[in-house]
């Protein structure tokens, strides 16, 4: 199932590649349902805050009534910002499915592990590398076609 889901994040990441955005996508998943997705948005907007997962959180927040997201897992392409692990913890997600790794700006392993500071109140499960080349291809052939711009 993890496959299927991320594939679904990585439906999300092609909407922001087309939008110009930075290609990262997210869906939240409980009970094997997908209940939100996200895309960035941040150049759209002009939100700083726009990031995919933030977008997602907010939605599933809204499905559920309530900022608590027990109970759910997040997808995501890339690995989250800083801002983003902040916001796993404090939504309570159970788990959070990485496709792929940033190490100049992850913050669930990378360059920080928010996710999993045991100084923090809640602790997200992490699955690494989920169709890893599919999500760091994406990434890759966005900032190749920039340069070329």
């Known amino acids: 199932m993890k496959d299927f889901f991320m594939k679904e994040a990585l439906k999300e990441a092609k909407k922001a590649y087309n939008l110009r955005e930075i290609p990262i996508g997210a869906v939240i998943v409980k009970n094997n349902e997908i209940i939100a997705r996200g895309h960035n948005l941040r150049e759209t907007a002009k939100d700083p805050t726009a990031h995919a ?3 997602a959180i907010r939605r599933a927040s809204q499905v559920l009534g ?3 997201l027990t109970g759910c897992d997040l997808y995501v392409t890339i690995e989250p910002c800083s801002m983003c692990a ?3 913890v404090m939504a309570r997600i159970n788990r959070l499915f990485i496709g792929s790794m940033d190490p ?3 913050a669930a392993g990378s360059l920080y592990n928010i996710v999993n500071d045991d100084r923090l109140n809640h ?3 992490v699955i690494y590398n ?5 999500c760091s291809s994406i990434m890759k052939e966005f900032f190749r076609s920039l340069r070329k711009k």
Do not use: C, N, P, T
């Open 104 to 106: 100049k700006g992850g």
């Open 123 to 125: 602790k997200a499960e």
């Open 66 to 68: 309530g900022w608590r």
């Open 86 to 88: 902040g916001a796993i």
């Open 53 to 55: 997962e933030i977008i």
């Open 130 to 134: 989920v169709l890893s080349d599919e």
